[in-house]
């Protein structure tokens, strides 16, 4: 059996650590949100990025991108901003144990952390004397879960070198 080949990867461009956030954060404002399978976009890529660049996207990012999303789905102030930070904060804490699983075990790594954050929000939302709304509300977190690999390989996909260079290549 051979082995997959593996890819040496380049710097993370900051540039484009912006725009992908930048884009998931478009993708949770689109009308989908009420949808109780649509994923929380802008989590997905926050815990990506809190697992490859946890120096340059930490918990201070996602507080202020929970704060945008609070105001933008007028919810309580800082629900989803206590939300990203558990989040991230998990996701840091999980980043140099992660790389060593393979997709399925980065999948069941990482399912319990959208569901600690939708919890989270849950129960600040029945606290202020929301009803339940039902058990169909965590399928976002499943699919979420569900979508890690191709946003994995999706937000590498810049930052892959490739594997056979030639002299008309630069890297």
């Known amino acids: 059996m051979v082995a997959p080949r593996e890819y040496v990867l380049l710097p993370a461009n900051r540039a484009f650590i912006a725009f992908s956030l930048a884009l998931a954060f478009v993708l949770n404002l689109f009308p989908w949100g009420r949808l109780a399978f649509a994923p929380d976009f802008v989590a ?61 075990g980065r999948i069941l790594h990482l399912f319990p952390l959208f569901l600690l954050a939708q919890t989270c929000t849950l129960v600040i939302r029945m606290a202020v004397g929301a009803d339940f709304p039902g058990w169909s509300y965590f399928l976002s977190s499943v699919s979420a879960a569900v979508l890690w690999p191709p946003a994995e390989w999706l937000l590498l996909a810049p930052q892959r070198r490739a594997i056979e260079r030639d002299e008309t290549r630069p890297l």
């Open 44 to 104: 997905l890529v926050l815990v990506f990025w809190n697992l490859r660049q946890p120096h340059l996207v930490g918990i201070g990012v996602a507080f202020a991108f929970g704060l945008l999303m609070d105001v933008h789905s007028a919810a309580l102030l800082g629900e989803h901003a206590l939300a990203y930070s558990l989040l991230s904060y998990g996701a840091i804490s999980l980043h140099r144990r992660l790389p060593w699983f393979g997709v399925r």
